[in-house]
């Protein structure tokens, strides 16, 4: 049980640390959101939240690693890729780098994973998330880069290295240790752009462009392998059932390449006509 000139004095330690250690943002959430409950009654004592333990324990071992440092590099422009994301509720997620896209499908109910923590802040900063892992896969690719987004929380959250949303902070984090693990210095800067002229919401929206501009397939973090897949990739069993059964939304049946859908069902149901492949055939057929 704390009160609140304790939990001050240990964010004030902890924010100084990261001038040293920018990524460290994203690992004081916690201790805010007590400084928010404990400023009610400062001199009463508070219980911790049970998420600030594992936080805590990330900075001790960053603190007793004794590998803490930032290097004073000079002034330097940052590159702009024209790097463009974006995310749809109801469809999918989409980048853009100059004219080459990739985009990926949305898995009907992904709202409804991990707890129901998952929104469309957290679909966001999953396409930012993937943009940034693209861009650092490129062989041209500079070190110091500007990406566009049409969200403003995930624009200005990445300024702060972290936001109030649990999940999206989350994602935030697996793209600070990203970019720590890469052997070179790799700097992102994000811009925001209005979503009318945001490149990126065509490929979320299902609007894709020609197959020779696809961009490289990048790794998708283990945990969001549950919720989205990639465009370019078959319908899953899961996602055919849902089709067969008339749950998945509307405009993504619609837009999500159906001319590909339908020619797949197409070829499976020509291949072997199964109970299965026949009721796909005909629910596409009737789309």
């Known amino acids: 049980m704390h009160v609140l000139q304790v939990v001050l004095e240990l964010y004030g330690k902890l924010m100084h640390t990261?001038?040293?250690?920018?990524?460290?943002?994203?690992?004081?959430?916690?201790?805010?959101?007590?400084?928010?409950?404990?400023?009610?009654?400062?001199?009463?004592?508070?219980?911790?939240?049970?998420?600030?333990?594992?936080?805590?324990e990330w900075w001790s071992d960053l603190l007793q690693a004794g590998k803490v440092s930032h290097?004073?590099?000079?002034?330097?422009?940052?590159?702009?890729?024209?790097?463009?994301?974006?995310?749809?509720?109801g469809i999918g997620i989409g980048i853009v780098i100059g004219d080459r896209w990739r985009a990926w499908r949305l898995v009907p109910g992904w709202q409804t994973t991990h707890n129901g923590k998952r929104d469309i802040g957290w679909a966001e900063a999953i396409g930012f998330e993937l943009l940034v892992r693209t861009l650092a896969s490129l062989p041209d690719s500079s070190d110091s880069i500007i990406v566009h987004g049409d969200n403003t929380g995930v624009v200005e959250g990445w300024w702060r290295g972290r936001h109030r949303n649990k999940a999206?902070?989350?994602?935030?984090?697996?793209?600070?240790?990203?970019?720590?693990?890469?052997?070179?210095?790799?700097?992102?800067?994000?811009?925001?752009?209005?979503?009318?002229?945001?490149?990126?919401?065509?490929?979320?929206?299902?609007?894709?462009?020609?197959?020779?501009?696809?961009?490289?397939?990048?790794?998708?973090?283990?945990?969001?392998?549950?919720?989205?897949?990639?465009?370019?990739a078959p319908l899953t069993p899961t996602e055919l059932r849902l089709l067969r059964d008339g749950n998945y939304p509307p405009a993504a049946a619609k837009l999500i390449d159906r001319t590909r859908i339908r020619q797949q069902a197409f070829k499976r149901a020509r291949a072997a006509r199964t109970e299965e492949d026949e009721i796909v055939f005909n629910a596409i057929s009737s789309c």
């Open 18 to 56: 990261c001038a040293a250690a920018p990524h460290g943002r994203a690992y004081l959430t916690g201790l805010e959101r007590m400084i928010a409950v404990c400023s009610k009654q400062p001199y009463l004592p508070h219980r911790p939240d049970i998420e600030i333990a594992p936080d805590l």
């Open 71 to 89: 290097p004073i590099y000079p002034p330097r422009e940052f590159s702009n890729p024209l790097a463009f994301s974006d995310a749809s509720s």
């Open 168 to 232: 999206v902070n989350g994602v935030f984090r697996h793209i600070h240790e990203f970019i720590q693990s890469i052997p070179r210095r790799f700097e992102v800067h994000t811009k925001y752009v209005a979503s009318k002229i945001n490149p990126a919401d065509g490929p979320s929206r299902g609007q894709y462009g020609p197959e020779h501009l696809l961009l490289p397939p990048v790794l998708v973090p283990d945990d969001t392998r549950d919720s989205i897949i990639d465009a370019t």
